[in-house]
């Protein structure tokens, strides 16, 4: 190879380097693991050999070990050892449906542990390459193997589904109340929060223009809003459900509370982000209130009020789900995970948290999206 | 001198203003009497503190006198800052970085309410003024620190003021970039014929542009002397820096300040 000694790729095999040890600890743990069963079976031991296809697997996956160091480059190897991880992690799936008890296979777990640290080493490898495979295949592998690793682990140690349910049960419970989960999502998201979230926010964004005017106003609010934010949901939202009844107001009304403060003090602090000479010109240009504020404050503010709207996206949601725990109509995210918790249909509530919090992702990315469009001036958002 | 023909541009008469700091009062101008005339080109130069820019924030009414008189074309500050009579280029560029170079330009006219058609055919003539033509959609990130500068310029120039005001436009650039931009600056004051004042604290840069040196000095912020360098060509180009007219002019701006300055404090 190269004369220089720094010039060494740590990815070919040589005994000198680093990664060859790492292969060394991969074998130990795989020649162990070949010594312990991988299951039980009708009450008897099952042993790599009574299996051929597990064996047949892990003779996959050490193949694809030394196929990916001797490619010809990393990226390449990298594809042939996800193959040999996959293999690796699939093997459970078949010994499943074989019905093995897996809860005492240390084999497989040894196997399955040599699997993971092949994966990190595969995201290693793939995660310095740019563009689309750091962007989106590396996060995607990421979630793909922490999903695998619920399931198999969830399924091997046979844990009660009432405490955890593996990800394919809630996949299907997810398809199965689709209807329900649908005219939840509509009563909660599309009414309550939306209106709330647009009450609040709107009404927190035009106070804090009015506070800019009337200067004793931000001084009298801006203490109320550090109560407000110390203010328990779970306290107001009871009192909000006496006051405004069963349906969506009551949450809205929860939602315009936690909302508003957050909006108010973004608001008002991105409006004082203006420099005085950027005023002075607006002055130089006998520029009135109004204009001033059109053309150079709110654009500063931007930044902020984006802020205040990502934050007030989750704490909206939050705010209407917790309210629905206190009274509803026999309908909404909220109710749901009260009421279906006390019937022990712990797969829908599940899936209820899965709508949550993929809704909770969406709007928040969503706002994420819209704020890199319009502040791509910002210092924080440039392209470096 | 020239163009001193009809009333002066800029009149004042006794100009004080005080600070209230939290001690003692602060004279950031006491006594200050000018008078600059149509087609003048008027340096105030001085050390830090001595008032310069708090008399150009006066003309401009940023600032408000605590005595004293003072007239911009025969009106007070506050109605010929209304009426938009003058431009003002700041020590920054002060450019909006949401908006493109073109955008940035036109602001003043937007705020005016001026068509959008002219806005952009002004936009573009001042633009090519200040030599930066082909730069309408760049952000002012993507400029260097001089051509914002000069964007700021343009900017101040669409408003058409015949009065030109700038605090140490170019203050933070390099020397080669800043005797580069005087040279663009001397050939449009005189291509427009243009009223300008000028504050800056190089002695080379106030001889080099002006038709008047105003010398001030510090606490309290005072006029020392006035000097007018006639003996200069009206058309000034680099060259001009290695004369001994220069040279004596620069003597005499520098023995000024030394008579203002005191080391100790």
């Given at each position: 190879m190269s004369g220089n000694p720094y010039q060494t790729s740590p990815y070919r095999t040589s005994l000198r380097t680093a990664?060859?040890?790492?292969?060394?600890?991969?074998?130990?743990l795989t020649a162990a693991?070949?010594?312990?069963?991988?299951?039980?079976?009708?009450?008897?031991?099952?042993?790599?050999?009574?299996d051929p296809i597990a064996l047949l697997f892990l003779v996959g996956s050490a193949f694809s070990v030394v196929g990916g160091r001797t490619a010809p480059t990393p990226a390449k190897g990298a594809w042939v050892e996800l193959g040999g991880a996959a293999m690796a992690w699939l093997l459970p799936f078949h010994l499943l449906n074989e019905g093995v008890d897996l809860s005492r296979g240390w084999g497989l777990w040894l196997y399955l542990i040599v699997a993971t640290v092949m994966l990190w080493r595969v995201l290693g490898v793939l995660s310095a390459v740019p563009g689309w495979r750091r962007s989106?295949?590396?996060?995607?592998?990421?979630?793909?193997?922490l999903l695998l690793g619920w399931e198999v682990l969830v399924?091997?140690?046979?844990?009660?589904?009432?405490?955890l349910p593996p990800p394919s049960a809630i996949a299907a419970s997810l398809v199965k109340h689709a209807p329900v989960l649908w005219d939840d999502f509509r009563q909660t998201v599309l009414t309550s929060v939306v209106r709330g979230y647009v009450m609040g926010c709107g009404a927190g964004f035009a106070?804090?223009?009015?506070?800019?005017?009337?200067?004793?106003l931000a001084r009298g609010l801006l203490p109320l809003g550090n109560l407000a934010s110390a203010v328990p949901v779970i306290g107001i939202a009871p009192i909000m459900v006496m006051w405004f009844g069963f349906d969506w107001q009551s949450k809205a009304a929860v939602i315009v509370v936690m909302t508003f403060f957050p909006m108010l003090v973004n608001t008002l602090a991105g409006l004082q982000t203006s420099e005085r000479i950027q005023m002075d010109l607006m002055r130089s240009y006998a520029a009135g209130y109004g204009t001033t504020l059109v053309k150079l404050r709110l654009p500063n503010a931007l930044p902020f009020l984006f802020n205040g709207l990502k934050i007030n996206s989750t704490l909206a949601l939050i705010g209407a789900i917790v309210a629905e725990f206190f009274g509803t109509p026999v309908v909404g995210m909220g109710f749901r995970i009260s009421t279906e918790v006390a019937r022990m249909n712990l797969d829908i509530v599940w899936a209820t948290i899965v709508v949550a919090a993929v809704t909770g992702s969406v709007f928040?990315?969503?706002?994420?999206?819209?704020?890199?469009?319009?502040t791509a001036w910002h210092p924080s958002m440039r392209r470096r | 001198m020239p163009g001193d023909a009809g009333p002066p541009i800029v009149e004042a008469r006794g100009l004080s203003l005080v600070y209230q700091a939290a001690d003692k009062p602060v004279f950031a101008l006491s006594e200050v009497d000018l008078a600059i005339h149509k087609g003048d080109f008027i340096s105030l130069i001085g050390p830090s503190g001595c008032g310069k820019t708090t008399l150009l924030r006066v003309i401009a009414d940023l600032e408000r006198p605590t005595s004293g008189a003072i007239t911009v074309e025969g009106m007070t500050p506050e109605q010929a800052r209304l009426k938009r009579l003058y431009g003002y280029v700041f020590q920054a560029p002060a450019l909006y970085p949401w908006r493109t170079v073109e955008r940035n330009v036109m602001l003043p006219l937007e705020i005016m309410g001026v068509p959008k058609a002219e806005r952009q055919a002004r936009a573009a003539d001042q633009l090519a003024n200040v030599g930066l033509t082909g730069f309408e959609k760049k952000f002012p990130w993507q400029l260097s620190g001089g051509m914002q500068q000069r964007v700021s310029i343009a900017r101040a120039l669409a408003l058409q003021p015949d009065l030109l005001l700038m605090d140490e436009p170019f203050g933070a650039l390099d020397e080669i970039t800043r005797d580069h931009l005087n040279l663009q600056l001397t050939q449009l004051w005189r291509r427009t014929g243009k009223t300008c004042v000028f504050v800056t604290h190089s002695i080379a840069e106030a001889v080099f542009l002006s038709t008047r040196i105003v010398v001030m000095s510090p606490r309290p912020g005072r006029?020392?002397?006035?000097?007018?360098?006639?003996?200069?060509?009206?058309?000034?180009?680099?060259?001009?820096?290695?004369?001994?007219?220069?040279?004596?002019?620069?003597?005499?701006?520098?023995e000024g300040l030394k008579e203002g300055h005191s080391y100790d404090d």
């Open positions: 990664a060859d040890w790492g292969l060394v600890t991969l074998a130990l693991a070949l010594t312990q069963p991988i299951g039980i079976k009708d009450g008897a031991i099952l042993s790599w050999t009574a989106l295949l590396v996060p995607g592998l990421f979630g793909l193997g399924r091997g140690f046979q844990i009660p589904s009432v405490l106070m804090a223009i009015l506070a800019d005017r009337v200067p004793f928040y990315g969503g706002l994420a999206l819209l704020e890199r469009a319009t | 006029i020392l002397d006035i000097i007018d360098c006639d003996a200069l060509p009206r058309e000034r180009t680099l060259d001009i820096r290695e004369s001994p007219e220069f040279a004596a002019i620069a003597h005499r701006v520098r």
